[in-house]
């Protein structure tokens, strides 16, 4: 085993009612991001990262 440190980057809304406790300690409706919306984001991150297509 080798030490070592690591996060967990979770995004959350700026609307979220709990955003000062654990995102796995309170049960959040799910919500679902469309396709189109995906696609843009990636999008969005590849041009910012300077990869992809």
């Not at 979220?16 to 990636?42: M, S």
């Amino acid at each position: 085993m080798v030490a070592h440190i690591h996060w967990h980057v979770i995004p959350r809304r700026t609307d979220d009612p709990a955003c000062r406790v654990p995102v796995w300690t309170v049960n959040h409706a799910p919500q679902r991001t469309g396709d189109d919306e995906v696609t843009a984001r990636i999008a969005s991150l590849q041009r910012r990262l300077g990869i992809g297509q």
